[in-house]
Nanobody, 119 residues
């Protein structure tokens, strides 16, 4: 099993920045890609960023591209999401997730953290 523990988040004014962290523990050697998702009230959970094991490949949802940056430190088993130029529409619960080697789905999830952007 892999456990993911998130930190960061909170309340910020529009235009501000936040950084989310997601630390993995347990059988981290089975981990491959990691990702960040978010779910706003009344909306479905959406994938906003993902990164492969080496960090050489990343994906961003169009609405966050250029503002958010995903990165990982495999020595610390941690993935980060740097969020800049935050907008009220970024308000949501944010989740990190990890996929296992050779598996095309995210089996491990963080506990979620609230990000609220005030206008």
């Amino acid at each position: 099993q892999v456990q993911l523990v998130q930190s960061g988040g909170g309340l910020v004014q529009a235009g501000g920045s936040l950084r989310l962290s997601c630390a993995a523990s347990g059988r981290t050697f089975v981990m491959d890609a990691m990702a960040w998702f978010r779910q706003a009230p009344g909306k479905e959970r959406e994938s906003i960023a993902r990164i492969n094991w080496s960090g050489s490949s990343t994906y961003y949802l169009d609405s966050v591209k250029g503002r958010f940056t995903i990165s990982r430190d495999n020595a610390k088993n941690t993935v980060y999401l740097q969020m800049n130029s935050l907008k009220p529409e970024d308000t949501a619960v944010y989740y990190c997730a990890a996929a296992q080697l050779g598996v095309v789905r995210y089996d491990y999830w963080g506990q979620g953290t609230q990000v609220t952007v005030s206008s």
